[in-house]
């Protein structure tokens, strides 16, 4: 009995010392906190000093429209970046497009505001007919980016 007591309190301070946190490097820098509830978060809150921030936003007086000089032009995008999304699908052109479809417009309508992008997400924005909008994407999944409050 004393053996079974035993064997059952090892194996139950096993499963205790098996759920521990782990802490993960990612590519762009950044820390991740890996818990052991199948959930994480960033350790580090700064981005890496890397990360590629152009912007180019320039609103009328009322806010609601783009402001854009005729001369105006598209910020530029990190190729080796656009280059490793080609194999999911989530170049600028596939994001555009999906921008189009949604807004019901051509491809040519879509213009490239600013943009924030690493190889793991982005965040970008556009205006579409006089509107400014903004995407989100992860990985290579493309969706609106919304406010929760």
């Not at 890996?34 to 994480?40: E, G, I, Q, R």
């Not at 990190?78 to 170049?91: C, F, S």
Request: proline letters at 3%; glycine letters at 4%; a positive charge.
């Amino acid at each position: 009995m004393k053996r079974y007591l035993l064997i059952t309190l090892v194996l139950m301070s096993l499963s205790g010392f098996s759920q521990n946190n782990h802490i993960v490097k990612i590519e762009d820098g950044r820390r991740v906190l890996l818990k052991a509830d199948f959930t994480w978060e960033y350790i580090d809150a700064t981005a890496p000093k890397g990360d590629a921030v152009v912007n180019a936003v320039s609103k009328s007086k009322s806010g609601t429209a783009c402001n854009l000089p005729d001369d105006y032009i598209e910020p530029p995008l990190n190729k080796k970046i656009q280059a490793q999304l080609k194999k999911g699908r989530a170049t600028m052109p596939h994001v555009k497009k999906k921008v189009a479809n949604k807004y019901k417009c051509n491809v040519d309508e879509v213009i490239l505001l600013s943009v924030s992008e690493q190889k793991a997400k982005a965040e970008y924005k556009f205006c579409v007919k006089g509107k400014e909008v903004a995407y989100k994407r992860i990985g290579t999944t493309i969706i609106k980016k919304e406010k929760l409050f």
